[in-house]
Protein backbone atom coordinates (compact mmCIF):
# COMPACT_ATOMS: atom_id res chain seq x y z
CA UNK A 1 0.00 0.00 0.00
CA UNK A 2 1.26 3.17 -0.92
CA UNK A 3 -0.45 6.67 0.36
CA UNK A 4 0.53 9.87 -1.98
CA UNK A 5 0.36 13.19 -0.57
CA UNK A 6 0.66 16.01 -2.90
CA UNK A 7 1.16 20.42 -2.34
CA UNK A 8 2.59 23.08 -3.48
CA UNK A 9 -0.34 23.98 -5.30
CA UNK A 10 -2.01 27.55 -5.52
CA UNK A 11 -2.61 30.66 -7.32
CA UNK A 12 0.02 32.05 -9.95
CA UNK A 13 0.16 34.56 -12.93
CA UNK A 14 0.42 33.47 -16.58
CA UNK A 15 4.26 33.17 -16.93
CA UNK A 16 5.04 32.17 -13.60
CA UNK A 17 5.96 28.92 -11.97
CA UNK A 18 5.21 26.93 -8.97
CA UNK A 19 6.62 23.77 -8.34
CA UNK A 20 4.53 20.68 -7.25
CA UNK A 21 5.46 17.80 -4.67
CA UNK A 22 4.40 14.73 -3.72
CA UNK A 23 5.62 12.34 -0.57
CA UNK A 24 4.85 8.91 -0.69
CA UNK A 25 5.02 6.28 2.36
CA UNK A 26 6.03 3.17 2.48
CA UNK A 27 9.68 1.09 1.76
CA UNK A 28 8.69 0.88 -1.66
CA UNK A 29 8.85 3.79 -3.32
CA UNK A 30 11.68 3.20 -5.62
CA UNK A 31 9.49 0.17 -7.00
CA UNK A 32 6.79 2.94 -8.66
CA UNK A 33 6.52 4.16 -11.92
CA UNK A 34 5.35 7.87 -10.66
CA UNK A 35 3.03 10.37 -12.32
CA UNK A 36 1.81 13.62 -12.21
CA UNK A 37 -2.25 13.65 -14.04
CA UNK A 38 -4.65 16.88 -14.46
CA UNK A 39 -8.22 17.66 -14.33
CA UNK A 40 -9.85 21.04 -15.29
CA UNK A 41 -13.45 21.73 -14.61
CA UNK A 42 -15.56 19.60 -16.79
CA UNK A 43 -12.73 17.98 -18.42
CA UNK A 44 -11.42 14.47 -18.41
CA UNK A 45 -8.21 13.36 -16.14
CA UNK A 46 -5.23 14.06 -18.45
CA UNK A 47 -1.63 12.36 -18.15
CA UNK A 48 0.78 15.08 -17.43
CA UNK A 49 4.03 13.33 -17.20
CA UNK A 50 5.53 10.19 -15.51
CA UNK A 51 9.05 9.13 -14.70
CA UNK A 52 10.72 5.91 -14.13
CA UNK A 53 11.46 3.82 -10.89
CA UNK A 54 15.35 5.20 -11.55
CA UNK A 55 14.16 8.80 -12.91
CA UNK A 56 16.24 7.66 -16.06
CA UNK A 57 13.45 8.05 -18.10
CA UNK A 58 10.73 10.49 -17.97
CA UNK A 59 7.58 11.29 -20.49
CA UNK A 60 5.97 14.40 -20.93
CA UNK A 61 2.34 15.20 -22.58
CA UNK A 62 2.81 17.79 -25.54
CA UNK A 63 1.18 20.24 -23.95
CA UNK A 64 3.79 21.03 -21.21
CA UNK A 65 6.76 19.19 -23.13
CA UNK A 66 9.64 21.93 -22.59
CA UNK A 67 7.43 23.53 -19.64
CA UNK A 68 7.46 21.06 -17.00
CA UNK A 69 10.14 18.96 -15.67
CA UNK A 70 8.95 15.70 -13.60
CA UNK A 71 11.98 14.65 -11.23
CA UNK A 72 12.63 12.11 -8.07
CA UNK A 73 14.33 12.12 -5.14
CA UNK A 74 14.01 8.17 -3.90
CA UNK A 75 15.61 8.63 -0.66
CA UNK A 76 12.99 11.49 0.44
CA UNK A 77 10.19 9.05 -1.42
CA UNK A 78 9.38 12.29 -3.42
CA UNK A 79 8.63 13.05 -6.51
CA UNK A 80 8.05 16.60 -7.85
CA UNK A 81 6.93 18.56 -11.13
CA UNK A 82 8.59 21.70 -11.73
CA UNK A 83 6.30 24.15 -13.90
CA UNK A 84 7.43 27.11 -15.51
CA UNK A 85 6.03 29.53 -17.95
CA UNK A 86 2.54 28.70 -16.58
CA UNK A 87 -0.37 29.23 -18.75
CA UNK A 88 -4.55 29.60 -17.87
CA UNK A 89 -5.13 26.35 -19.80
CA UNK A 90 -2.77 24.58 -17.15
CA UNK A 91 -5.49 25.49 -14.60
CA UNK A 92 -6.51 22.15 -12.99
CA UNK A 93 -6.77 19.64 -9.93
CA UNK A 94 -3.01 18.11 -10.07
CA UNK A 95 -2.80 14.26 -8.96
CA UNK A 96 0.15 12.29 -8.22
CA UNK A 97 -0.14 8.79 -8.72
CA UNK A 98 2.34 5.65 -8.27
CA UNK A 99 2.25 2.73 -9.98
CA UNK A 100 4.19 -0.79 -11.09
CA UNK A 101 3.77 -0.62 -14.42
CA UNK A 102 2.36 2.84 -15.99
CA UNK A 103 -0.92 2.00 -14.84
CA UNK A 104 -1.44 4.00 -12.06
CA UNK A 105 -2.25 1.80 -8.49
CA UNK A 106 -2.48 4.52 -5.82
CA UNK A 107 -3.51 8.35 -6.09
CA UNK A 108 -3.08 11.15 -4.29
CA UNK A 109 -6.14 13.31 -3.00
CA UNK A 110 -5.20 16.37 -5.81
CA UNK A 111 -3.48 19.88 -5.21
CA UNK A 112 -5.31 22.85 -7.25
CA UNK A 113 -3.22 25.12 -9.58
CA UNK A 114 -4.63 28.06 -10.46
CA UNK A 115 -3.07 30.43 -13.18
CA UNK A 116 -4.55 34.18 -14.03
CA UNK A 117 -4.22 35.73 -17.06
Known amino acids: QVQLVESGGGLVQAGGSLRLSCAASGRTFKRYVMGWFRQAPGKEREFVAAISWSGGSTYYADSVKGRFTISRDNAKNTVYLQMNSLKPEDTAVYYC??????????WGQGTQVTVSS
Open 97 to 106: AAGETTTPDY
